[in-house]
């Protein structure tokens, strides 16, 4: 069983960063990559950043290519999310989520980021 934890949100102006971080304990060697989604009130939940455990291969969102950096360590079973200049659509709850190979089963409780026009 993986246990998820989300840290790092907060409110910024647009143009802002900032970096969110989540920490898998448990059995998290199983797992196969780790991704952030978003979900805003009214809006459909949406795929962010992903990363595999093994390699570092990395995926993003169109939408924030170029802006945001996902990256790991292995050894403390940390994700990060780096967000720079940050902009008002960013605004959303942010969840991280386990990917055990076939289908993400393990979600974090989700860290609110605001960015203010």
């Known amino acids: 069983q993986v246990q998820l934890v989300e840290s790092g949100g907060g409110l910024v102006q647009a143009g802002g960063s900032l970096r969110l971080s989540c920490s898998a304990s448990?059995?998290?060697?199983?797992?196969?990559?780790m991704a952030w989604f978003r979900q805003a009130p009214g809006k459909e939940r949406e795929f962010v950043a992903d990363?595999?455990?093994?390699?570092?291969?990395?995926s993003y969102a169109d939408s924030v290519k170029g802006r945001f950096t996902i990256s790991r360590d292995n050894s403390k079973n940390t994700v990060l999310l780096q967000m720079n200049s940050l902009k008002p659509e960013d605004t959303a709850k942010y969840y991280c989520?386990?990917?055990?190979?076939?289908?993400?089963?393990?979600w974090g409780q989700g860290t609110q980021v605001t960015v203010s026009s």
């Open positions: 990363i595999t455990w093994i390699g570092g291969s990395t």
């Open positions: 448990g059995r998290a060697f199983n797992m196969y990559a």
């Open positions: 989520a386990g990917h055990s190979g076939n289908e993400y089963d393990y």
